[in-house]
């Protein structure tokens, strides 16, 4: 049964940087929206401290997440002066690409990485039903 690809990314968002950091996060959502039409959610949610985020993506497919980990990688990257992974979940199979980067990056910085590759039911509705 194929389901959409979605990541849930965990980040600590350092100590005193909140107020810089969140114009890049709303600019990365920004492009996001206007580069990635495939991409059906893509949002950055962030505690009362401001101290922790969640960054939950719903892709179509794997390629899509590929797509923008090529278009939008180096700014992705510029986020690690703000905030540090700490835990990546993966809910899709990913290419071996993206399972081999995913490790790669879990190996180097002691993130939590979970890869639930199997969708057993469900359905994804981006729009909710007139009451």
Same mark, same amino acid.
């Given at each position: 049964m194929d389901g959409p690809f979605i990541i849930r990314a965990k980040s600590r968002i350092k100590p005193g940087v909140s107020a810089?950091?969140?114009?890049?996060?709303?600019?990365?959502?920004?492009?996001? #929206?206007? $580069? @990635?039409?495939?991409? +059906?959610a893509f949002n950055i949610w962030v505690d009362e401290a401001e101290g922790s985020e969640i960054v939950l993506q719903v892709h179509p497919d794997a390629d899509s997440l590929e797509y923008h980990l090529q278009i939008l990688g180096e700014k992705v990257r510029s986020?690690? #002066?703000? $905030? @540090?992974?700490?835990? +990546?979940?993966?809910?899709?199979?990913?290419?071996?690409?993206?399972?081999?980067?995913?490790?790669?990056?879990?190996?180097?910085?002691?993130?939590?990485?979970t890869f639930h590759p199997m969708h057993w039911g469900g359905f994804t509705r981006l729009q909710s039903a007139a009451p």
């Open positions: 810089a950091y969140k114009p890049l996060a709303q600019e990365i959502c920004r492009l996001v #929206e206007e $580069a @990635e039409p495939r991409v +059906l986020t690690f #002066e703000f $905030a @540090e992974f700490e835990s +990546l979940e993966v809910y899709g199979p990913p290419s071996d690409r993206l399972q081999h980067l995913f490790e790669a990056e879990a190996a180097e910085g002691g993130v939590s990485l």
